[in-house]
């Protein structure tokens, strides 16, 4: 069989089954685990079915759309803390600097702040500010840009230029999936410009991510696996093996 006759019958088994595990495809079509993982990837991107944690759904079960981040943030809550609570053992010392990234892990991360911990802190997150602005400890520079209502993150060129010219510490980035293809990874082109901001202007990059964006591309790639210092989950990632992250340089904490 070849690969596109495959992929046709993958993308109709997951419409009539509603969903497929990776394993129970390779087991059906003979091939391996990492044969279906690229061919999942292939039909996502043609939006004939969604990638998720371990196989696939058709494409009309989940919106194509960014979730709101009032939705985001009850999503997999619990696995957000012990993510954002794993991340803060990268946070400098006394008189460093950070950036946080928009989002609901992120946001948590910067809820964790040791209260006593004197920080320079970076951010285009509205809420994030919000939540910093209070903390004497924390010199807060709230980025410039057009605040999306989706993610409530400013961005724009102005965004990435003001980033241009500042150097910090550590950056704390969030991602929407994270493939050792198209490496990390967002829907929105102006999000994905702010994220590789952030990258470039850090000495060391940590995303922080649950497994389920692990194995899936988003539209905009914003940073290659070896980009990226260090990326902290919920459980060790299937989709991409560890040793793949090992090749890139990439430390990878369970939390």
């Known amino acids: 069989m070849y690969a596109e006759e495959r992929q ?98 992120t946001a948590r991360l910067a809820g964790l702040i040791p209260p006593e911990r004197r920080l320079t802190a970076f951010t285009h997150g509205v809420p994030i500010a919000a939540a910093l602005a209070a903390r004497a400890t924390i010199d807060l520079h709230l980025l410039p840009g057009r605040v999306r209502s989706t993610t409530q993150a400013a961005v724009g060129s102005i965004t990435t230029q003001t980033l241009e010219r500042v150097r910090v510490d550590v950056a704390f980035i969030g991602t929407n999936g994270i493939t050792a293809e198209h490496g990390f990874s967002t829907p929105d082109s102006e999000e994905a410009a702010v994220k590789e901001a952030l990258v470039r202007a850090a000495r060391r990059v940590v995303v922080l991510a649950d497994s389920t964006k692990v194995g899936r591309d988003t539209t905009v790639s914003f940073a290659e696996l070896g980009d990226v210092d260090v990326l902290v989950t919920d459980c060790e990632p299937e989709a991409v093996p560890l040793a793949t992250f090992a090749a890139h340089g990439v430390e990878v904490v369970l939390a």
């Open 8 to 105: 046709q019958a993958i993308a109709q088994l997951v419409v009539t089954r509603g969903r497929v595990s990776v394993t129970d495809l390779a087991e059906e079509f003979a091939v391996t685990t990492e044969t279906v993982r690229r061919d999942l990837s292939a039909l996502d991107r043609l939006r004939l079915v969604r990638r998720v944690h371990g196989g696939a759904v058709p494409a009309a079960s989940l919106s194509a759309m960014e979730s709101r981040l009032d939705e985001r943030d009850v999503t997999r809550a619990r696995e957000k803390e012990r993510i954002a609570l794993a991340a803060t053992r990268f946070l400098p010392d006394d008189g460093g600097t950070i950036a946080i990234d928009a989002g609901t892990t």
